[in-house]
């Protein structure tokens, strides 16, 4: 077989694999070159693992040749650096985290290491996934493979930037505000964040437990789907995970359209595409209905309040005595051990919105301000589902913008968070959402978000998956 095995998706590797055309070592080896020649100037990448790589892909043939054949098996994929995985580093984009190994496996990376599937390597991310643009790790940025100059989005930027540049064939990444779907828009390519509790979050690096939700990176739906069936599920060890599944009728398909995405602040070439989206599946006999989600305008706020207080709950564990990286000092007392630690290790973002989450926890103002996020979130949730009484998705721009340049938005982190406000109220509310390419406007990729009814991702996936099929064939 001639063709580039790196171009290839899971569907088409698969069954390359399946009919010998190839094996997984070399398939396994096409990758690990490409990373070689390729990454060091995208930089997707924090660690590469290609003796891992290589086992796995020797056992991925042995279990090919037995008959013991999934549709991962011998598949090589990226892991976002806040999964875990036995044996290799997990750093979480922080120095403070940059020699940790970890000891067990985080739950869907047993999925999938039961399938047979191949982990070329953990990639960069914005630390403690907390950024939109993967500028905020402590190690370097992450490049977008469409324009150099350009941030691939975050948090999940590393794993976007290698499933587009073609340095694995899917990556999984986390999303707690948009972090899957976003960088996915920016770079062209599937992401999808499934609903709260699909996926178990046993293994992963916490950021705001009420929001994370693993998801996948991929070059097409159908891919995402794949991906989503084999680490989705009920799981001893997540208390919030579980095996509910909707029944997913789908007749006549009723799209909902919220006039508040289409207001102030989208960018025109955005606009102009996400609207060719909807006259595609308008093509395709869809319903549109106008929809209202009142209380959206509030989401990007009421996610500023929750997320940080979370974090802090959650990073407090980080202090160089418990977990992370220590510095030294035989004369300090302890309250300086702790200070210098917390102060060295984290960065600047990850300091704020612990500082952030801490006041808003503090006493005084938890009533003024986490309390009240607390009962928007539920308005929030409470707009979507009687959406959900009336169309069987809600379609809208993932991102308000384009890919912005590296640095252009560092001195001003409002204009970076607004990244976020189409894609933060659905982890407020639970939701499972898809990023799909829809247009382009110089070279630069736009995506179109589907977003589903809780635990409908069958439907969702069908959805979006229409919408690919006929905008591939324009």
């Not at 390359?16 to 080896?29: C, D, H, N, P, Q």
């Not at 991906?227 to 006549?252: P, Q, R, Y």
């Not at 640095?407 to 968070?417: A, H, N, R, V």
Request: proline share 4%.
């Amino acid at each position: 077989m001639k063709t580039d095995l790196t171009k290839l998706t899971i569907k088409e590797a698969h069954e390359g694999l399946k009919k010998g055309e190839f094996t997984s070592v070399e398939l396994t080896v096409a990758f690990l070159n490409r990373i070689k020649e390729k990454d060091p100037e995208i930089k997707a990448y924090i660690s590469v693992t290609p003796e891992l790589a290589m086992k796995q892909a020797e056992r991925a043939d042995q279990m090919i040749r037995e008959g013991e054949m999934s549709v991962l098996t011998g598949i090589p994929c990226a892991i976002k650096d806040n999964i875990l995985i036995k044996g290799v580093k997990c750093t979480a984009g922080s120095q403070f985290l940059e020699n940790y190994i970890a000891t067990y496996n985080a739950t869907v990376i047993e999925k999938l290491d039961k399938l047979g599937a191949v982990f070329l390597g953990k990639t960069n991310m914005d630390e403690f996934a907390m950024g939109s643009s993967c500028e905020s790790s402590a190690f370097f940025p992450t490049k977008n493979p469409r324009d150099l100059e350009r941030v691939p989005g975050g948090s999940s930027g590393g794993s976007a930037a290698a499933v587009a540049a073609d340095l694995c064939v899917y990556a999984l990444g986390t999303d707690t505000g948009g972090s899957i779907r976003q960088p996915a828009s920016f770079c062209g390519i599937v992401g999808m964040k499934p609903t709260y509790g699909a996926v178990s979050r046993n293994g992963i690096v916490a950021y705001a437990s009420s929001l994370d939700q693993v998801g996948p990176l991929t070059k097409n739906v159908s891919d995402a789907e794949i991906v989503f069936e084999a680490i989705k599920g009920l799981d001893k060890m997540d208390s919030t995970s579980t095996d509910l599944k909707k029944k997913n009728d789908l007749n006549k398909l009723r799209i909902g359209v919220p006039k508040v995405y289409f207001g102030k602040g989208l960018d025109k070439e955005v606009e102009k595409a996400v609207k060719n989206a909807i006259e595609i599946f308008k093509s395709q006999g869809a319903e549109i209905v106008e929809i209202d989600l009142p209380h959206s305008e509030y989401a990007l706020a009421c996610y500023y309040i929750i997320a940080p207080a979370e974090a802090s709950a959650n990073l407090a564990r980080f202090d160089g005595l418990r977990y992370g990286k220590s510095l030294e000092d035989e004369n300090g007392e302890i309250k300086d051990v702790y200070f210098k630690n917390r102060t060295s290790g984290f960065g600047k973002e990850v300091k704020k919105r612990i500082m952030l989450g801490t006041y808003t926890l503090s006493s005084g103002y938890y009533e003024a301000y986490y309390k009240k996020a607390l009962k928007v979130r539920t308005l929030i949730k409470d707009d979507f589902l009687k959406a959900f009484g009336k169309v069987d998705v809600v379609l809208g721009p993932t991102s308000p913008c384009l890919p912005w340049k590296i640095g252009e938005k560092s001195d001003d982190p409002m204009s970076m968070y607004l990244a976020d406000i189409y894609t933060v109220s659905v982890n407020l509310a639970g939701l499972p959402g898809i990023s799909v390419p829809c247009g382009s406007s110089n070279g630069l990729p736009i995506g179109m978000q589907l977003i589903g009814n809780v635990f409908e991702e069958e439907k969702l996936l069908a959805i979006a998956s229409l919408f690919e099929k006929n905008y591939d064939n324009k």
